[in-house]
Nanobody, 125 residues
């Protein structure tokens, strides 16, 4: 089992920045990748970004490319999401997720076995 706890959400004006953190504990040695997803009210959960735990390679959704940066600290079992140039449409609950090696798509929510509770990000116009 892997436990994930997000922090860092809040209210920010459009154009501002926030940094989300996700702390992992438990069987972290089994992790292959950690990702961020988001879900806005009345909308489907959507992929935001993912980082492979070992190599550090990343994938971003087109909607956040160039504005968001995902990073990890392997020694601390932490993953971060730096969000710049925030827009009102970025408003959502942001969830951290982790998956073991399973060959499934890293941009698909069902591929992930472990999820945090989420942290609210609200961007005002």
């Amino acid at each position: 089992q892997v436990q994930l706890v997000e922090s860092g959400g809040g209210l920010v004006q459009a154009g501002g920045s926030l940094r989300l953190s996700c702390a992992a504990s438990g069987r972290t040695f089994s992790m292959y990748a950690m990702g961020w997803f988001r879900q806005a009210p009345g909308k489907e959960r959507e992929f935001v970004a993912v980082i492979r735990w070992g190599s550090g390679t990343t994938i971003y959704a087109d909607s956040v490319k160039g504005r968001f940066t995902i990073s990890r600290d392997v020694a601390k079992n932490m993953v971060y999401l730096q969000m710049n140039s925030l827009k009102p449409e970025d408003t959502a609950v942001y969830l951290c997720a982790a998956n073991p090696p399973n060959g499934r798509s890293l941009t698909s929510g069902p591929s992930y076995d472990y999820w945090g509770q989420g942290t609210q990000v609200t961007v005002s116009s």
